[in-house]
């Protein structure tokens, strides 16, 4: 991958119930299932603050369609409540080393990276230059990644 031409920071959920834990390893190995060598991201974030790297910064990761030669993919553990209805799960450790590691990951790149979730890639299907809750197509992350680390 070429490191000039990154642009963004993609914040991910796993789309896991907050009570089931679903640990790095499961998460790799469900990636290769579907025929990728390694996760897709280049982060991830468990509920208790582990953080796993699955790919190196200067490597292209598989997170985004569309985006992945031009983003960083760092995904935590969670995003749905127990029922499975779609929330912030994220927990106080979570939160902690998301900040640290979109510190990490914006002071290993000169330019100026973009922190967004991926629902924000999602296609702009009425044309008005905005992504509107209706366009998402996954509410993955659960939360607003860009307004809460771009400030």
């Not at 991201?41 to 569309?66: C, I, M, P, S």
């Not at 996954?138 to 939360?143: E, S």
Request: charged residues 25%; positive net charge.
């Amino acid at each position: 991958m070429n490191t000039s031409s990154v642009k963004y920071i993609v914040i991910h959920c796993s789309a896991t119930r907050c009570h089931k834990r679903y640990r790095a390893q499961q998460l790799e190995h469900d990636h290769q299932v579907r025929g990728f060598r390694c996760a897709g991201y280049h982060y991830y974030v468990e509920r208790d603050g582990k953080v796993t790297q699955f790919r190196h910064l200067n490597e292209t990761g598989a997170h985004a369609r569309g985006y992945n030669r031009c983003s960083i993919g760092i995904c935590y553990e969670g995003g749905l409540l127990p029922n499975g209805t779609p929330s912030d799960t994220r927990t106080e450790i979570q939160k902690v080393k998301l900040k640290e590691l979109i510190s990490y990951v914006r002071h290993y790149f000169p330019q100026k990276l973009v922190v967004v979730g991926h629902r924000d890639l999602s296609p702009d299907r009425n044309g008005d230059g905005i992504i509107s809750p209706s366009e998402w197509v996954k509410v993955c992350p659960c939360f607003d990644a860009r307004s809460e680390y771009n400030k």
